[in-house]
């Protein structure tokens, strides 16, 4: 996120147009944590994991008289355009105040779950992915001198994009991942056919999702159902989140936060800044929130077939 904040406010100087930044999200909107940005607010934050402006949940905006209260901050500042960076939470809170107030919104796809529709890929996914990478090669040394069966719990509440992609970047056996599990029993089939039969040891990335059961609950049935393999559960939480951001990260990043100035100089309002096949593009926010971005069944399969 420090790369597109960086991006916004010194695209936005250049333009001529005074910058603002706004602390803890939406939570800063009505408690009025707002300062004024320069260029040295941004100096040497590219490199920088996680945001400077920081993060937080608003329980309070969810309700209409919490989008007044921001509303009345936005007025009292003299603020008259927004740009948001987040996930489906803050688009959608961010089209709600849009719609309210007919107020000017850009978001950007700040989220590793990389779940969002529209973008091929969002702020934040190139990071947690590498990061993910990194941490299974070294549990492999731990699997492969102690014949072991380990499942590591990868964050992906709804979507298995990082789960299934880290699988295949590490080398791993298998993802278990929500959008096949509502279809099949990924983890029987594992076992059916064959699973581990000529390896001394496997890794199985599962996201964390109630429709998988997480690591835990895999493993709690492995021990059940086949008490034949040594289990283990490796959960890398908040590891993901953070870290200093790839290259990719921070040019995929540093151009969405040009577009998005861009956007609000060409009186857009209400949408996404995306990426399709490498084009920057223009999603509206209903689109981008309401629809679901769907897994490629071509990297299952060959996840399937590297596997075997």
Same mark, same amino acid.
């Given at each position: 996120?420090?790369?597109?904040?960086?991006?916004?406010?010194?695209?936005?100087?250049?333009? %001529?147009?005074?910058?603002?930044? $706004?602390?803890?999200?939406?939570?800063?909107?009505?408690?009025?944590?707002?300062?004024?940005?320069?260029?040295?607010?941004?100096?040497?934050? !590219?490199?920088? =994991? %996680?945001? !400077?402006?920081?993060?937080?949940?608003?329980?309070?905006?969810?309700?209409?008289? %919490?989008?007044?209260?921001?509303? @009345?901050?936005?007025?009292?500042?003299?603020?008259?355009?927004?740009? /948001?960076?987040?996930? @489906? %939470?803050?688009?959608? &809170?961010?089209?709600?105040?849009?719609?309210?107030?007919?107020?000017?919104?850009?978001?950007?796809?700040?989220?590793? +779950?990389?779940?969002?529709?529209?973008?091929?890929?969002?702020?934040?996914? +190139?990071?947690?992915?590498?990061?993910?990478?990194?941490? !299974?090669?070294?549990?492999?040394?731990?699997?492969?001198?102690?014949?072991?069966?380990?499942?590591?719990?990868?964050?992906?509440?709804?979507?298995?994009?990082?789960?299934?992609? =880290?699988?295949?970047?590490?080398?791993?056996?298998?993802?278990?991942?929500?959008?096949?599990?509502?279809?099949?029993?990924?983890? *029987?089939?594992?076992?059916?056919? =064959?699973?581990?039969?000529?390896?001394?040891?496997?890794? $199985?990335?599962?996201?964390?999702?109630? /429709?998988?059961? &997480?690591?835990?609950?895999?493993?709690?049935?492995?021990?059940?159902?086949?008490?034949?393999?040594?289990?283990? $559960?490796?959960?890398?939480?908040?590891?993901?989140?953070? =870290?200093?951001?790839?290259?990719?990260?921070?040019?995929? *990043?540093?151009?969405? &936060? !040009?577009?998005? /100035?861009?956007?609000?100089?060409?009186?857009?309002?209400?949408?996404?800044? &995306?990426?399709?096949?490498?084009?920057?593009?223009?999603?509206?926010?209903?689109?981008?929130?309401?629809?679901?971005?769907?897994?490629?069944?071509?990297?299952?399969?060959?996840?399937w077939i590297v596997s075997r």
């Amino acid at each position: 996120m420090n790369a597109a904040i960086r991006a916004i406010t010194r695209s936005a100087i250049l333009y %001529g147009i005074t910058v603002k930044g $706004v602390y803890r999200g939406f939570r800063g909107l009505i408690t009025d944590e707002i300062e004024s940005f320069e260029t040295q607010h941004v100096s040497n934050i !590219v490199q920088r =994991g %996680g945001t !400077v402006l920081k993060t937080a949940r608003s329980e309070e905006f969810k309700t209409p008289e %919490g989008r007044k209260r921001a509303y @009345d901050t936005l007025c009292r500042q003299g603020i008259d355009a927004l740009i /948001v960076i987040g996930g @489906d %939470g803050s688009l959608t &809170g961010a089209r709600l105040l849009a719609q309210e107030y007919n107020f000017p919104i850009i978001g950007l796809p700040g989220t590793i +779950d990389n779940d969002l529709y529209g973008t091929d890929i969002t702020i934040g996914y +190139d990071t947690a992915l590498n990061t993910i990478m990194e941490c !299974v090669d070294k549990i492999r040394d731990t699997a492969s001198s102690h014949d072991r069966l380990f499942f590591i719990e990868i964050m992906g509440r709804e979507a298995g994009f990082l789960a299934l992609n =880290g699988a295949i970047a590490s080398g791993a056996e298998a993802a278990i991942i929500p959008e096949i599990s509502l279809e099949k029993d990924q983890l *029987a089939e594992m076992i059916e056919h =064959g699973f581990r039969k000529s390896k001394n040891s496997s890794i $199985v990335l599962v996201a964390e999702s109630e /429709v998988t059961g &997480g690591a835990l609950g895999v493993a709690e049935r492995v021990k059940k159902e086949y008490p034949q393999f040594d289990v283990r $559960v490796s959960i890398l939480g908040h590891l993901q989140r953070g =870290g200093s951001p790839t290259a990719q990260d921070r040019i995929l *990043a540093t151009r969405m &936060g !040009v577009a998005a /100035v861009d956007a609000l100089l060409d009186d857009q309002r209400s949408v996404m800044i &995306g990426i399709q096949n490498e084009v920057i593009v223009h999603v509206p926010f209903a689109k981008a929130i309401k629809n679901a971005k769907l897994i490629d069944r071509e990297l299952l399969n060959t996840l399937w077939i590297v596997s075997r």
